[in-house]
């Protein structure tokens, strides 16, 4: 069965920052795509950043790029988002994807699987 489980989110003022985790079980990471999207009350989800199942690819929506970094974790089965620099439209509800049965990465949006979510609040 595959999960996934996010955590780290809170109230950061602007400009902080927090690291998101996303622990994954049910499936490999080692070749699946996984990655974060995002979506606040009344907005469609935003996909924010993707990392292929080796490593090497990783995408970033234009609103977040410079910003946050999507990583893995030294277990494979965790995957991380660092966002720094918080403004106050990042605020919203975070969400890890995955595709387990891809390949490439792509928008996150259109993973078939993802978490519960972990809420983010900035303060101004």
């Known amino acids: 069965q595959v999960q996934l489980v996010e955590s780290g989110g809170g109230l950061v003022q602007s400009g902080g920052s927090l690291r998101l985790s996303c622990v994954v079980s049910g499936f490999s990471l080692d070749y699946a795509p996984i990655g974060w999207f995002r979506q606040a009350p009344g907005k469609e989800r935003e996909g924010l950043a993707c990392i292929s199942g080796d490593g090497i690819t990783r995408y970033y929506g234009d609103s977040v790029k410079g910003r946050f970094t999507i990583s893995r974790g030294n277990a494979r089965h965790t995957v991380y988002l660092q966002m720094n620099n918080l403004k106050a439209d990042d605020a919203a509800v975070y969400y890890c994807?995955?595709?387990?049965?891809?390949?490439?990465?792509?928008?996150?949006?259109?993973?078939?699987?993802y978490g519960q979510g972990t809420q983010v609040t900035v303060s101004s």
């Open positions: 994807a995955a595709d387990p049965l891809g390949y490439r990465c792509r928008d996150p949006t259109e993973f078939n699987y």
